[in-house]
């Protein structure tokens, strides 16, 4: 973006616009309607930028390890399944200590895998989530059982699981589910290990078999020839399977035995260490409250919640960067039993973040909404957006046609999500939330004041927009066309008026 007061930005734009319109080596015959039309959208971010100077904070102290899934990985317990776009328990604790919040009842909207949940729970929060994926609910579902009910004596099962290795010679294989996307996912030796593990797994009581099932859903990208990446599963080459020009190679393959014996020792370690309490989502039986999840969209649970209820808001939407989360975590999900239709509807029923998301007829799920759309439709730094990316459609400039649609619904649905927030808020309560912009086809999108305007306009104050030190870059294909330019991820500090 150009900088505040930065007298080269005409320069700039007109350079990122010279870039735009030779994209894919075609030269548009009307330069100039493409110039004006991404100036536009420049001069919209540079005086946007200027109204929230004083909003836009910098804070050193948090890291880009802090607001990932990075520093989880010392944790106990939070470390067991790697979930790239989660934060981190220390983000969740450090920002619920810096907004006061320490009783009442947390609500995610967008619960992942539960950190902030189980942080929460763990500081005498009650929380409730919601989340759309099978995966992220049965991890907390697990994780839920084994606070509660897991006892010393199961422990005790699962460490001589590591010890013996029970289905190195158990005769009967359950089958390996597989989606069109999965199909061919692991090794022979793998799958057929996999199908003995599941299968002698039935024979331990319930608790034992959840946290089994859930080891095995921690280790199933490192067993598999596949590694996720955002938009998609990237293919090793010694899969077999084609996926561009470039031999992809994602290194060590673990074998199915020492995956799962490594990461069942990881779980009987921290359940049996007695320094855990600190880092275990519960510290102490008389101080954890209860945590309550909700399963499916936030787009239909959010609505029947009641009003002025909750404390505290904390959650990260999906980013406005095309990661289907479907993709990503297809493994996950094959395992579980989704199937395709299933597959298909979780796509869509998610918000619209990925370029195969149909529009949703947004008024028809909840006439209520006609507020947050028509504060959507007046947006003017989201409308010259738009309108800049369904020139450069028309025009072909595109590298996918869908890119404007979901764009548009992203936005358009987050309107709706943050008047129901604001609704189920009690007064004066924070919404704090994580996220990142994004820039297409050379235009920055910034999306922490986009919907920080439509908050301000839906029952919000808005109070900071707290800025990481270091910035994330373009996508590589980005950067070939339009060269690197650091985009903003940051905390939204709102609080209900």
């Keep these: 973006m150009v900088k505040k007061g930065d007298s080269s930005g005409g320069t700039e734009i007109h350079r990122a616009a010279e870039k735009a319109i030779s994209y894919q080596g075609e030269v548009v015959p009307e330069p100039d309607r493409d110039y004006r039309l991404l100036e536009e959208v420049y001069k919209f971010n540079a005086e946007y930028e200027r109204r929230y100077k004083d909003k836009l904070l910098l804070q050193p102290s948090l890291n880009r390890s802090l607001v990932s899934f990075q520093a989880n990985k010392s944790r106990a317990v939070y470390r067991w399944f790697k979930y790239k776009e989660a934060f981190s328990a220390g983000l969740v604790e450090l920002l619920l200590d810096r907004e006061g919040v320490s009783s009442g009842v947390l609500l995610d909207p967008f619960a992942g895998i539960g950190t902030a949940l189980f942080v929460a729970s763990a500081l005498g929060i009650k929380a409730e989530g919601i989340e759309l994926l099978p995966i992220g609910q049965r991890v907390i579902t697990i994780k839920q059982l084994i606070d509660r009910d897991i006892t010393p004596d199961d422990i005790e099962i699962l460490a001589r699981w590591v010890e013996i290795r029970p289905w190195k010679d158990f005769p009967r294989l ?74 992809f190679d994602k290194g060590e393959i673990l074998p199915f035995d020492k995956a799962i014996c490594r990461k069942l020792g990881e779980i009987v370690t921290d359940l049996k260490t007695a320094e855990i309490p600190p880092d275990l989502f519960t510290p102490a039986p008389a101080q954890a409250e209860d945590i309550a999840l909700h399963s499916g969209s936030c787009l239909k649970i959010l609505p029947k ?34 199937d395709e239709a299933g597959l298909g509807q979780l796509r869509q029923d998610m918000l619209s973040c990925t370029v195969e998301n149909r529009a949703k007829n947004l008024l028809e799920m909840n ?18 957006t738009l309108a800049y990316l369904e020139n450069q459609r028309q025009m072909g400039l595109l590298n996918n046609n869908g890119i404007p649609r979901m764009v548009r619904g992203y936005f358009y649905e987050m309107a709706c999500v943050i008047v129901e927030c604001a609704r189920v808020l009690k007064r004066n309560a924070p919404l704090i939330m994580v996220n990142d912009n994004v820039r297409y086809a050379g235009a920055g999108v910034s999306v922490d004041i986009i919907l920080s305007e439509i908050a301000g306009k839906l029952g919000f104050k808005i109070e900071n927009i707290l800025v990481l030190p270091n910035g994330k870059g373009n996508s590589s294909q980005q950067m070939g066309v339009h060269g690197r330019e650091v985009l903003r991820k940051c905390v939204y500090i709102w609080r209900k008026r």
């Design 305 to 338: 919640l009641p009003s002025d209820t909750y404390d505290c808001i904390m959650t990260s939407p999906p980013y406005c960067n095309r990661y289907d989360y479907t993709r990503t975590y297809a493994l996950e999900l094959a395992l579980l039993g989704v």
């Design 174 to 247: 359950c089958p390996i589910s597989e989606l069109r996307i999965t199909k061919g996912a692991y090794p022979a030796e793998t799958v057929e290990a996999m199908g003995r593990f599941l299968g002698v797994l039935g024979q331990e009581n319930e608790r034992v078999q959840a946290a089994l099932l859930f080891a095995l859903l921690c280790v199933l990208e490192i067993i598999s020839y596949t590694r996720k990446d955002g938009q998609y599963l990237r293919w090793d080459y010694r899969s077999g399977r084609r996926q561009g020009n470039k031999k």
């Design 367 to 384: 006439p209520r909404w006609k507020r947050a759309i028509a504060v959507a439709d007046r947006q003017d730094l989201l409308q010259e």
